[in-house]
């Protein structure tokens, strides 16, 4: 399968598709009433820096959830105070489908596919119904808004006038887009990276003006209560953490999933920088080093929800623009058979899950660690692959530097 033919010719049949996506979507969030939980939650963060109340210290729907993120994001989640319930949710319904055809653009733009009206309706047709893209939609959540920051910062031309503030933004909203930082500045992207720093420095410092008790709060206590987001032993969690805990039946595996992400962390952003370093300006390299750190991010992150998963589309885009179109299918596949929602997870059988339901239960996790050890795999290969061809070349350097030094002496 190739761009060429993975393109949809027609824009007629390209828009009726998305047409009838649309519509499916919108029937199924009519009849099941969907809550957008998520979205609920960004409005009381909202309310509570309008009010003036405390920021961590309420919880609202059902689930009892509480605020999660840097006081910086909850005074951005203020105009979401401004409209009713019914309105904002609608809001957040077609903003996220719009989201969804930026994030496929800026995809084909990080791989180099050429980018076309038809193939922008399809490819986002089909996305939505995507395991992570769908549950971003279903909760409301700011998944996608978050990965089009990183990507569009990611892909703008290198010295361009403000690289890396995007980025800075986007983990001064969440933490976790900061791993990007640490990708800027391992492949030499140094001021990109600093003015990147810069950025989520001014996010705490504004959010520090405007909230100094939330962000000390935040900062120095509420950063390290991981348990504050939720279990990370349920078949929602689809990090490291979530896939140890499950294998061992263990709520809290400690150093038998600390050692294995701290060696995961350092293992993918080294792959990162020796992938993007081995085609320089070559978009597959970049785009290989960009999806190792993303799915170094989400691996190595105590919790890791499904939703977090939205860069399965960039991953898919890769593949396709690589002519891989079998593992294309094979991975698409994967991230719509909402495997670990069919099993058993009601109070805490996630956690006595038999060993033949464990792949089920941590599908994401495993694809992660599989293309992570099989790049690897292939960049040491072509590393030996280039000592055992030219050993002579080696000789002969040896050898001319010796001349020379003689020469000299």
Same mark, same amino acid.
């Given at each position: 399968?190739?761009?060429?033919?993975?393109?949809?010719?027609?824009?007629?049949?390209?828009?009726?598709?998305?047409?009838?996506?649309?519509?499916?979507?919108?029937?199924?969030?009519?009849?099941?009433?969907?809550?957008?939980?998520?979205?609920?939650?960004?409005?009381?963060?909202?309310?509570?820096?309008?009010?003036?109340?405390?920021?961590?210290?309420f919880?609202?729907?059902?689930?009892?959830?509480?605020?999660?993120?840097?006081?910086?994001?909850a005074?951005?989640?203020?105009?979401?105070?401004?409209?009713?319930?019914g309105a904002?949710?609608?809001?957040?319904?077609?903003?996220?489908?719009?989201?969804?055809?930026?994030?496929?653009?800026?995809?084909?733009?990080?791989?180099?596919?050429?980018?076309?009206?038809?193939?922008?309706?399809?490819?986002?047709?089909?996305?939505?119904?995507?395991?992570?893209?769908?549950?971003?939609?279903l909760?409301?959540?700011?998944n996608l808004?978050?990965?089009?920051l990183?990507?569009?910062?990611?892909?703008r031309?290198?010295?361009?006038?403000?690289?890396?503030?995007?980025?800075g933004?986007?983990?001064?909203?969440?933490?976790?887009?900061?791993v990007?930082?640490?990708y800027?500045?391992?492949?030499?992207r140094?001021?990109?990276?600093?003015?990147?720093?810069?950025?989520?420095a001014?996010?705490?410092?504004?959010?520090?003006?405007?909230?100094?008790g939330?962000?000390?709060?935040?900062?120095?206590?509420?950063?390290?209560?991981?348990?504050?987001?939720?279990?990370?032993?349920?078949?929602?969690?689809?990090?490291?953490?979530?896939l140890?805990?499950?294998?061992l039946?263990?709520?809290?595996?400690?150093?038998?999933?600390?050692?294995? $992400?701290? @060696? =995961?962390?350092? +293992?993918?952003?080294w &792959? %990162?920088?020796? #992938?993007? !370093?081995?085609?320089?300006g070559?978009?597959?390299?970049?785009?290989?080093?960009?999806?190792?750190?993303?799915?170094?991010?989400?691996?190595?992150?105590?919790?890791?929800w499904?939703?977090?998963?939205?860069?399965?589309?960039?991953?898919? $885009?890769? @593949? =396709?623009?690589? +002519?891989?179109?079998? &593992? %294309?299918a094979? #991975?698409? !596949?994967?991230?719509?058979?909402?495997?670990?929602?069919?099993?058993?997870?009601?109070?805490?059988?996630?956690?006595?899950?038999?060993?033949?339901?464990?792949?089920?239960?941590?599908?994401?996790?495993?694809?992660?660690?599989?293309?992570?050890?099989? @790049?690897?795999?292939?960049?040491?290969?072509?590393?030996?692959?280039? #000592?055992?061809?030219?050993?002579?070349?080696?000789?002969q350097?040896?050898?001319?530097?010796?001349?020379?030094?003689?020469?000299?002496?």
């Amino acid at each position: 399968m190739t761009a060429r033919t993975a393109t949809f010719r027609s824009p007629t049949a390209a828009a009726l598709l998305l047409g009838l996506s649309l519509a499916a979507l919108a029937a199924l969030c009519v009849v099941q009433r969907v809550p957008m939980a998520d979205t609920l939650v960004y409005r009381a963060e909202g309310a509570a820096v309008a009010d003036g109340r405390d920021l961590y210290g309420f919880t609202v729907t059902e689930w009892q959830l509480p605020a999660t993120y840097p006081p910086f994001a909850a005074i951005l989640f203020v105009p979401t105070t401004w409209l009713p319930l019914g309105a904002l949710k609608a809001v957040f319904l077609a903003g996220n489908v719009a989201l969804l055809a930026l994030l496929v653009r800026l995809s084909c733009t990080l791989v180099g596919l050429p980018v076309r009206v038809p193939l922008l309706c399809a490819a986002t047709a089909v996305g939505l119904w995507l395991e992570p893209v769908f549950q971003t939609v279903l909760f409301g959540q700011i998944n996608l808004a978050l990965a089009c920051l990183v990507l569009w910062d990611l892909t703008r031309r290198p010295g361009t006038l403000g690289k890396g503030f995007a980025l800075g933004v986007a983990a001064g909203i969440k933490l976790t887009p900061a791993v990007f930082i640490a990708y800027y500045l391992l492949t030499g992207r140094v001021r990109e990276g600093l003015t990147a720093l810069a950025s989520l420095a001014g996010t705490v410092a504004f959010g520090a003006l405007a909230l100094p008790g939330a962000t000390v709060d935040f900062f120095t206590r509420r950063v390290f209560e991981t348990g504050r987001v939720g279990k990370a032993w349920i078949v929602d969690n689809q990090s490291l953490q979530g896939l140890v805990a499950r294998v061992l039946h263990e709520a809290e595996p400690g150093a038998a999933w600390a050692v294995p $992400a701290a @060696l =995961v962390g350092v +293992g993918g952003l080294w &792959l %990162a920088a020796r #992938v993007h !370093a081995g085609t320089p300006g070559s978009a597959p390299s970049s785009a290989r080093a960009v999806l190792v750190t993303a799915l170094t991010a989400l691996l190595v992150s105590p919790i890791s929800w499904s939703h977090h998963w939205v860069w399965c589309v960039p991953l898919l $885009a890769l @593949l =396709v623009a690589e +002519g891989r179109g079998r &593992l %294309a299918a094979g #991975v698409a !596949a994967l991230f719509t058979a909402r495997t670990f929602w069919l099993l058993p997870h009601q109070g805490d059988l996630d956690l006595r899950l038999p060993w033949w339901q464990q792949p089920l239960a941590s599908p994401y996790a495993l694809l992660g660690l599989g293309l992570g050890l099989g @790049l690897l795999a292939s960049v040491l290969g072509q590393q030996n692959v280039r #000592v055992v061809e030219h050993p002579q070349d080696d000789e002969q350097e040896a050898a001319a530097r010796h001349h020379v030094l003689s020469h000299d002496l």
